[in-house]
């Protein structure tokens, strides 16, 4: 649902019909600001609408810093602010469990409803070509061992053993920086070597 012509060079959606909020302007509010509330999980934040004049006037007056520690603020300057952070293309879910991208939807409810599928999508059964079905679950032990979805016993156990020679200290050369990772991989093991899959 188009709200009306939105011109992305200067920023102004015309002919949505607001008026500007500031006291006493009787001009269209072509322009959005941000309002007191901030875009979260939860939902779009709240957006101000102005005219040109007050548009640039709060523009002028607004504090990017505002509430921030001096630490905060050199961290925000820093010429690397932001790197650290993975993009939604690039993360491991994509996004899906983060903050929707309210704008991509004229409704908040089809947001929800979207993430709601994608959930479901997620939690359902896979089959094999066995015919036994796989849990959301037992999916995610199978992609942190590395296996497909139609390993069988012999594989479990094959590629359980190449990871603990790989992960643990006394196999590694006394290596301990992947004591997460060989916890991870124990963890997978025991719940797919009691999965059905695997009897």
Same mark, same amino acid.
């Given at each position: ?26 001009? %269209? #509010?072509?322009? @959005? ?11 779009? &934040?709240?957006? /101000? *609408? ?30 690397? %602010? #932001?790197?650290? @952070? ?11 469990? &983060?903050?929707? /991208? *309210? ?97």
């Amino acid at each position: 649902m188009k709200y009306g012509r939105h011109d992305r060079f200067h920023g102004r959606i015309e002919g949505a019909g607001r008026v500007c909020h500031a006291p006493g302007c009787e001009d %269209a #509010g072509e322009f @959005r600001a941000p309002g007191p509330r901030a875009s979260s999980f939860n939902g779009p &934040g709240d957006y /101000r *609408w102005f005219c040109l004049d007050h548009v640039r006037q709060f523009n002028a007056g607004y504090d990017f810093f505002a509430g921030m520690s001096a630490d905060e603020i050199l961290e925000a300057q820093h010429p690397v %602010a #932001g790197w650290e @952070r993975e993009t939604r293309a690039f993360s491991a879910a994509a996004g899906i469990d &983060g903050v929707p /991208r *309210w704008n991509d939807y004229a409704d908040p409810l089809e947001a929800i409803q979207m993430r709601a599928r994608t959930r479901k999508a997620d939690m359902a059964p896979a089959g094999r070509q066995d015919g036994v079905f796989v849990t959301a679950e037992e999916r995610r032990a199978l992609d942190t061992l590395g296996l497909p979805l139609d390993a069988d016993r012999q594989d479990l156990r094959r590629r359980y053993s190449q990871l603990v020679r790989k992960y643990h200290p006394d196999r590694n050369g006394g290596d301990r920086s992947f004591e997460t990772r060989l916890q991870q991989v124990v963890e997978a093991y025991q719940l797919l070597r009691r999965a059905v899959a695997f009897a």
